[in-house]
């Protein structure tokens, strides 16, 4: 059987509409997930690229931000209880600041390296319009190189809020469980980081200010777009 069309099986016995079943059944997707190399999924020419890439030399900065390659998302499968794909990130590229409410995503970083900056809520009874602008604190903040573990965000904790910037070209396959779904109120919405006083001008537990930050829902600029790209891999078996 193909490496992936495991990763799909488990993910159709352990992913439901409302989630992963229990723990166990993350741990049993996360197991299979690990195992996905960059030739499971068509990506082994671009892997092998990257093993020899070098950063090139900026000569004109400005021409080169508007000539970057754009991110490209690689579709391979998506139902209502989980979603597979694959994001192709150039180097230097950002993923902003992006939230995933209600669902569970694992991450595995198939080649490259990548920073990641990742954020939990924190809950707070405060008076005032919270709905944009929230407290969170900091749970991740550091590069990752593959090969290497996957990655698992959990509704409540995990790094919920991350992005992304691409040190060199590298390539995430994500599972979303269950995916982005706008009528089921699970809309992707972006973030950056604010003064760290509260919304309303009054500032919250001065004691603790360092270990957290102030989130505001924001868009990001017209540039930022992520393309969709043609999955090469091993067709599924559905």
């Known amino acids: 059987m193909a490496a992936i069309q495991k990763l799909y099986e488990v993910c159709k016995a352990s992913l439901s509409e409302k989630g992963p079943s229990s723990p166990e059944a993350v741990e049993n997707v996360r197991a299979?997930?690990?195992?996905?190399?960059?030739?499971?999924?068509?990506?082994?020419?671009?892997?092998?690229?990257?093993?020899?890439?070098?950063r090139p030399r900026v000569l004109n900065r400005k021409t080169v931000l508007h000539s970057s390659p754009a991110i490209r998302y690689r579709h391979i499968y998506e139902c209502k209880s989980f979603s597979i794909g694959i994001y192709c990130i150039p180097a230097s590229s950002i993923i902003p600041l992006h939230n995933h409410p209600g669902m569970t995503v694992l991450s595995k970083l198939l080649y490259g390296?990548?920073?990641?900056?990742?954020?939990?809520?924190?809950?707070?009874?405060?008076?005032?319009?919270?709905?944009?602008?929230r407290p969170a604190k900091v749970v991740r903040d550091g590069e990752i190189?593959?090969?290497?573990?996957?990655?698992?965000?959990?509704?409540?904790g995990g790094g919920n809020v991350h992005a992304l910037k691409a040190i060199t070209p590298c390539a995430?396959?994500?599972?979303?469980?269950?995916?982005?779904?706008?009528?089921?109120g699970r809309h992707c919405s972006y973030f950056r980081r604010r003064q760290k006083s509260h919304p309303t001008g009054i500032l919250w537990d001065?004691?603790?200010?360092?270990?957290f930050v102030w989130l505001e829902?924001?868009?990001?600029?017209?540039?930022?777009?992520?393309?969709?790209?043609?999955?090469?891999?091993?067709?599924?078996?559905?």
């Open 145 to 156: 190189s593959a090969p290497c573990a996957a990655m698992v965000l959990r509704p409540t």
């Open 113 to 133: 390296k990548v920073h990641v900056k990742a954020y939990d809520w924190i809950d707070i009874e405060e008076p005032g319009n919270l709905s944009k602008v």
């Open 206 to 211: 001065r004691t603790r200010e360092s270990e």
């Open 217 to 238: 829902e924001y868009q990001p600029r017209d540039n930022f777009v992520i393309r969709r790209d043609l999955y090469t891999g091993p067709t599924l078996e559905l």
């Open 172 to 184: 995430i396959l994500d599972i979303l469980s269950p995916p982005y779904s706008s009528k089921d």
């Open 32 to 54: 299979v997930l690990d195992m996905i190399t960059p030739s499971d999924v068509g990506l082994e020419c671009e892997a092998q690229a990257v093993r020899v890439w070098r």
